[in-house]
């Protein structure tokens, strides 16, 4: 790696669901060794793991399913709502059961595709409704909220906390699955040149404001062994650098 970031959790979601501010002190170093950390390949105690294709069984939430039926859905058309929802709530199964109610095999009996999981379209994350509500409520738009908490495996706390870390990922659009399949694979892949585990501090973004909704950000940045501030259009030396309060580090690798 030429360079390591480092992103503290500065934000997080109060008792209230309102996102508030952690006012803590973290004594982060000049350098980082990670030489440690570096893999020297198979060790002579060491034994390969085998290698297995096996994919985890779907397996019907039988209370949903039950609840399904009680609503007088056919059992087999709700084997498919539970399956094409992967069993994340009653709602999302009943949704999925008004859209798809008029197709010619809603009732024929349901198999489980031979991988135990389906096609790459019921492998499409579904998104909690309420958990995408709880996020609109907040201002946030149900695109956003949902490609959230899909980058979050549907917790929402994480999710509010990695919208306010990607807000410049949050207007792009994701590049389909099935296009990223029909990649080749001979594509040409990037080097990067090996070195040393070691790495210094160059520069620190650090949030000037008591809370979430207030304040900005201000960048230090080392030029020649000595800190400069940046704050806004702003620029001048900066005698004491507040490292300990920064929200990211970026860490560049020592030749």
């Not at 503290?8 to 209230?16: A, I, V």
């Not at 309102?18 to 440690?36: A, G, I, T, Y």
């Not at 706390?157 to 990223?180: G, K, L, V």
């Not at 030029?223 to 501030?229: A, Q, S, Y």
Request: charged content about 25%; glycine content about 6%.
């Amino acid at each position: 790696l030429l360079a390591v970031v480092m992103h503290l959790r500065k934000f997080t979601l109060g008792s209230d669901w309102v996102p508030k501010k952690l006012d803590v002190s973290v004594d982060m170093p000049d350098e980082l060794d990670l030489s440690s950390w570096r893999a020297t390949g198979m060790q002579p105690n060491e034994q390969p793991l085998p290698d297995t294709d096996d994919k985890p069984k779907f397996s019907f939430d039988e209370n949903l399913m039950g609840e399904l039926i009680q609503m007088g859905f056919p059992q087999e058309a709700c084997k498919r709502a539970v399956f094409h929802t992967k069993n994340i709530s009653l709602e999302a199964a009943s949704n999925w059961l008004m859209e798809h109610i008029g197709d010619a095999d809603i009732s024929e009996p349901f198999v489980l595709p031979i991988d135990g999981m389906g096609d790459s379209k019921a492998n499409d994350f579904v998104a909690n409704p309420e958990s995408v509500a709880m996020l609109m409520s907040m201002g946030f738009e149900e695109r956003q909220a949902t490609k959230a908490l899909k980058a979050t495996d549907g917790n929402i706390e994480r999710a509010t906390d990695w919208i306010f870390s990607h807000a410049d990922d949050m207007d792009t659009d994701e590049i389909p699955q099935e296009q990223t399949d029909n990649e080749p694979s001979n594509a040409h892949k990037k080097t990067y040149r090996d070195g040393v585990g070691k790495y210094k501090l160059v520069a620190f973004i650090s949030h000037m404001g008591t809370s979430a909704q207030v304040g900005h950000y201000v960048c230090h940045i080392q030029k020649d062994g000595r800190w400069v501030i940046y704050n806004d259009s702003k620029v001048a030396l900066s005698q004491n650098p507040p490292k300990d309060l920064g929200y990211l580090y970026l860490y560049k690798r020592c030749e």
